[in-house]
């Protein structure tokens, strides 16, 4: 017969038995000594041994910012690839000896069947998704939620108005003022800043922005490229503007009776 016990001395009197031994719950936190004795049932005689209870502390995740992207791939369909791993250093806080998975319901969290894998796809927007955090060595977890968000590009005048300015000395170059086409290309919406530039890929990286007056650097007509950003997603769009210069005209040197 194997009975258990909290201590030596109810262990050798076989007094004071843990009398539900399938549902004990530990009196002394993380680490406690149980007391087993094993009796022979014909000899009566018997012997004691231990028995260690460990309660190991649950992995702590910090829950994480929503992971963010714009709707470039396909613009409008809200969907697009994520990195879950991007929000693993946010979750962990700097511990190590923990590992993620991810997953799209509790359930599977919990269960950690059906993990899914970067890139991963989004299935609505926004969507949760669900983060299990492993010990490697006691194999306790916790688990955490993820949100997946992908935010609009913003909708500028796709066709603004060509600026167009006259040329004193039509030799094909002059001064514009690009931010006169400013409200146009936001098309009301808010939250937007302008930017222009030379080239679309310098519009596509926001780099080397142009400001006015700006002289053409092509004659008689050029293309410059407007990138509309939104100041809180940072998403953008880039759109042409055509720049023209009007030949002025031409005064005669002499005047004849």
Do not use: M
Request: with cysteine; aromatic share 8%.
């Amino acid at each position: 017969t194997v009975s258990f016990y909290e201590t030596e001395a109810n262990a050798e009197g076989a007094t004071n038995a843990i009398t539900t031994p399938g549902a004990y719950v530990n009196t002394v936190p993380q680490s406690q000594t149980i007391w087993v004795r094993v009796d022979d049932n014909t000899t009566g005689c018997y012997k004691l041994t231990t028995l260690e209870l460990i309660v190991n502390s649950l992995p702590v995740l910090t829950q994480p910012t929503p992971l963010s992207l714009c709707d470039y791939d396909n613009p409008g369909d809200e969907q697009e690839y994520f990195t879950l791993e991007d929000a693993s250093d946010e979750i962990l806080s700097g511990q190590t000896g923990i590992s993620l998975t991810f997953y799209t319901t509790q359930v599977d969290a919990e269960q950690a069947t059906n993990p899914i894998s970067s890139p991963y796809q989004n299935l609505s927007n926004p969507q949760t998704v669900y983060v299990r955090g492993e010990d490697d060595v006691t194999g306790c977890y916790s688990v955490v939620t993820l949100d997946l968000r992908v935010n609009p590009l913003p909708s500028p005048e796709p066709n603004p108005t060509p600026l167009q300015e006259c040329d004193p000395d039509n030799d094909g170059y002059t001064s514009f003022n690009l931010e006169d086409r400013t409200v146009e290309i936001i098309n009301g919406e808010a939250d937007i800043v302008i930017t222009y530039h030379e080239t679309q890929s310098d519009a596509e990286q926001g780099v080397n922005a142009l400001v006015s007056p700006y002289e053409n650097v092509s004659a008689w007509t050029q293309e410059v490229f407007a990138r509309a950003e939104n100041t809180i997603t940072g998403c953008y769009r880039v759109v042409s503007l055509e720049l023209e210069v009007l030949e002025s005209p031409v005064l005669p040197t002499t005047i004849e009776d």
